[in-house]
């Protein structure tokens, strides 16, 4: 009787909390430094409420197959300008509606994704953005229940999200 | 540490979708995007046509207000303020006019700059970026139409 207690109380409460989390949730700028893959690499990425899902810049990238899985091997730039060859399992491959141009297809890989204190693992579409000043769009997949964005404010928040 | 910055009671929680309105071009409600990711704000026209009336250039253009609704168009007329190089989200560039406008959204009204593209390829007629939002908006990327729904026989009642 008492552990149902302590369970109901307790499941409550995080209802209660999760609640409190989503009617307020912090806001941030429409810039902000984030950290991919354990902390590692630290990118000015735009926090982008036009976009559906979350996208990073990649110089190259290549399919290969290991145990007959799809993988990606793939180069990004963190803010120094250093080359990070990276490798990740293939989520999918998605097609992206463009203005004026044929839709383009992009691979889809999982990314830890920390902003603030927030850590997230989410899909992140892989595509060439050199000639865009922000190597990383965050769209609303990430964003939702989780922040508020205010476009008048640029990088509030430094990535402190504790190493996995 | 990041500092949990709470929600200025000052600013309006906005939908990353609203239905607003733009009284000064005759258009009482349209979908627009509110997208943080734009700076500019851009608005679909098509058969754009200039004209001189004492000195002052005036631009009018034709409108499909609601998307999936071809059949209803929409003349606007308003005064060219201005015209500017602007990129898409592809990093495609065009010259387009700019003007300006008051925006309505629920209760709360105040002026924005508006370009002017062919945006009949994309899905909202209307993007509100981040110089029109003017310090006044934060979005909520979890909410949308936060000041007001609309059906689509309501909406296309207002353009009877």
């Given amino acids: 009787m008492k552990i149902f207690l302590c369970i109901l109380l307790s499941t409550s409460f995080l209802g209660l909390v999760s609640n409190v989390v989503q009617a307020n949730p912090p806001v941030i700028g429409w810039v902000e430094r984030v950290a991919v893959s354990d902390q590692q690499y630290r990118f000015d ?32 730039n963190d803010n120094n300008g250093k080359d990070i060859t990276l490798e990740r399992k293939l989520v999918k491959i998605t097609r992206i509606k463009r203005k004026l141009l044929h839709a383009a297809e992009r691979p889809v890989v999982r990314m830890i994704v920390c902003i603030g204190n927030v850590v997230k693992e989410v899909n992140v579409n892989l595509v060439n953005r050199k000639k865009f000043k922000h190597k ?22 430094e990535p402190e999200c504790q190493r996995r | 540490m990041t500092k949990p910055v709470l929600a200025n009671t000052d600013l309006i929680t906005v939908g990353w979708r609203e239905w607003i309105s733009l ?38 253009f034709l409108i499909h207000p609601l998307q999936e609704r071809n059949d209803i168009v929409k003349e606007c007329i308003a005064e060219i303020k201005d015209t500017r190089w602007v990129s898409d989200s592809g990093g495609h560039r065009e010259q387009r006019y700019v003007i300006s406008t008051n925006v309505s959204i629920g209760t709360h009204q105040w002026p924005i700059e508006m370009t002017l593209t062919n945006r009949d390829t994309m899905k909202f007629r209307m993007l509100l970026g981040r110089t029109a939002m003017d ?26």
């Fill in chain 1, 136 to 157: 990383m769009l965050i769209g609303r997949s990430y964003l939702k229940n989780t922040f508020l964005v205010d476009s008048g404010a640029k990088n509030t928040t």
């Fill in chain 2, 23 to 60: 009284p000064d071009i005759n258009l009482p409600l349209i979908k627009a995007k509110v997208d943080t990711g734009a700076r500019t704000s851009a608005l679909h026209a098509f058969e754009l046509d200039t004209f001189d009336n004492k000195g002052i250039e005036f631009v009018r």
């Fill in chain 1, 45 to 76: 990425a735009k926090i982008d409420t036009g976009a559906d899902n979350t996208s990073m810049h990649v110089e190259n990238y290549h399919f290969f197959e290991r145990n007959f899985v799809k993988w990606v091997r793939f180069t990004i």
């Fill in chain 2, 135 to 160: 310090s006044r908006i934060v979005v909520n990327p979890a909410g949308s139409y936060l000041h007001g729904r609309h059906s689509r026989k309501n909406c296309a009642a207002h353009y009877k």
